[in-house]
């Protein structure tokens, strides 16, 4: 079998075209390559990359190319220019960085292992994988686990979310008095929300499209439950607003910012967008006394970190490099006389 990897990140394509693979459903590209024949096929969707696995027969004339193909016309835009595209050995060692958090905007943040696991998961409860991707992914996700215990690489903040707050207090200081905002109840937003509570932000509001939701969470966190409707009044109270919403569309305008910093009197208000697709409209950042921060403008904040992790870092990078190598020659064994074994093992 052979296998191929198309995708675009952070380090390589600008946030629009992430944004429109984004809303992407998997369940649509999946039908497309059952209709294609192709039988195994993986998509890893992030706030910071858009990825697809494919493995397939040997004898089938497909190619990187073919994917990219795809993703275009699913999608209605030209990608080709921003996305990487690897075959054999590079996807495998590609795919193992990612779970290891090494090709995170983060790197060594720890919510890629879970996202690389729902879209295994995904793809399986779609029966879109075979022999060679669940060999893969099984394979990925004993590989991240085993670059965060035997290295250093997490030490410090590594998550998206973690670094949202650490920009918090870089602009108000102790978070003591603040009173934060958060649009969403996902994942995303309650690991901001625990980040915030154990630094002991004075006021957490959590509002949500599904009440309950942010009212489940609110009550686990000792937060505050907001209606939907009612958080653009909401904005003008806020210190800080911190976005992460699962909307195709921006959920702040421009406008609703307006109205908000007219009744702040002059009162800062800073608003973190950590969303993908993005929930804040970009001219949102051209209004007076509005701050917009959005996940590219974390990579400052990821620079200093990294500056304390550059040998944990190397130390994660020749595992990831080794296990590639040991995973491609079993890879190459598959239906063979001699095909070969893999072990999750201490020793493996």
């Not at 625990?194 to 002991?200: D, G, V």
């Not at 620079?303 to 994660?316: F, I, P, S």
Request: charged content about 25%.
């Amino acid at each position: 079998m052979s296998l191929v990897l198309v995708g675009l990140s952070h380090k390589n394509a600008p946030v629009g075209l992430r944004e429109a693979l984004a809303v992407l459903p998997a369940e649509k590209i999946f039908e497309r390559c059952r209709e294609e024949g192709v039988k195994e096929a993986v998509v890893v969707s992030t706030c910071n990359r858009f990825e697809l696995y494919l493995a397939f027969d040997e004898g089938q004339s497909k190619a990187p190319s073919w994917a990219l193909t795809l993703l275009e016309r699913l999608s209605g835009t030209r990608l080709s220019v921003h996305a990487y595209q690897h075959g054999g050995a590079d996807a495998i060692e590609h795919l193992f960085s990612v779970a290891s958090g090494l090709d995170s905007l983060v790197v060594g943040e720890t919510e890629i292992l879970g996202q690389v696991k729902t879209a295994y998961e995904k793809s399986l409860a779609a029966k879109m994988t075979g022999k060679l991707t669940n060999v893969l992914f099984q394979r990925a996700l004993y590989l991240g686990k085993k670059v965060r215990s035997e290295t250093n690489i997490a030490v410090g903040q590594t998550s998206v979310a973690s670094v949202a707050v650490q920009l918090a207090e870089r602009i108000f200081g102790k978070l003591t008095e603040s009173t934060v905002l958060i649009l969403g109840a996902g994942a995303m937003a309650e690991l901001t929300a625990r980040h915030l509570q154990s630094q002991k932000a004075a006021k957490v509001v959590i509002s949500n499209r599904t009440y309950e939701r942010a009212a489940g969470l609110a009550g686990a966190l000792k937060a505050s439950a907001l209606e939907w409707e009612k958080f653009p009044d909401a904005l003008k109270e806020a210190d800080i607003v911190v976005c992460s919403t699962g909307s195709s569309e921006p959920v702040v305008t421009k406008a609703m910012a307006a109205t908000a910093a007219e009744a702040r009197a002059g009162r800062s208000l800073f608003i973190i967008d950590i969303a993908m697709p993005r929930d804040v409209e970009e001219s949102v950042a051209d209004l007076e006394h509005v701050y917009l921060y959005r996940l590219e403008d974390l990579e400052s904040i990821v620079a200093d970190n990294l500056k304390n992790r550059g040998g944990e870092v190397t130390r994660a990078r020749e595992l990831v490099v080794s296990k590639a190598k040991e995973f491609h020659a079993w890879e190459r064994t598959i239906g063979t006389a001699k095909e070969g074994s893999l072990k999750h093992s201490e020793a493996a």
